[in-house]
């Protein structure tokens, strides 16, 4: 990535390209092109983890869905649930 960038800013600063030759020589976006042009000399890309994914939509179900997959993967292939089985079971369980 270092490279890249450091292509993107020789291209920029020292030989005068414009942002659009750069995006379709490099092909990077041009939010990265103005992000590495407009950023610090040690400009570094970094994707912040999270320590958990959030799932608001399945939040009160997690437990339920959990045990009852975990039950599932004992059986056959034929005898497991489908989605939309399991869709209604968790639905009932909660209404």
């Given at each position: 990535?270092w490279?890249l960038?450091?292509?993107?800013?020789?291209?920029?600063?020292?030989?005068?390209w414009?942002?659009?030759e750069?995006?379709?020589?490099?092909?990077?976006?041009r939010?990265?092109v103005?992000?590495?042009?407009?950023?610090?000399e040690?400009?570094?890309?970094?994707?912040?983890a999270r320590a958990?994914?959030?799932?608001?939509?399945?939040?009160?179900w997690?437990?339920d869905l959990?045990?009852?997959?975990?039950?599932?993967?004992?059986?056959?292939?034929?005898?497991?649930?489908?989605?939309?089985?399991?869709?209604?079971?968790?639905?009932?369980?909660?209404?």
């Amino acid at each position: 990535m270092w490279t890249l960038i450091g292509q993107i800013r020789r291209a920029y600063f020292e030989q005068g390209w414009p942002i659009k030759e750069i995006v379709r020589t490099l092909s990077v976006s041009r939010a990265t092109v103005r992000k590495v042009i407009r950023g610090e000399e040690t400009t570094e890309f970094r994707y912040a983890a999270r320590a958990a994914q959030p799932s608001p939509k399945l939040g009160p179900w997690s437990k339920d869905l959990v045990e009852i997959l975990e039950a599932e993967a004992k059986l056959p292939r034929r005898e497991q649930r489908s989605t939309q089985r399991l869709f209604e079971t968790l639905r009932g369980s909660r209404l």
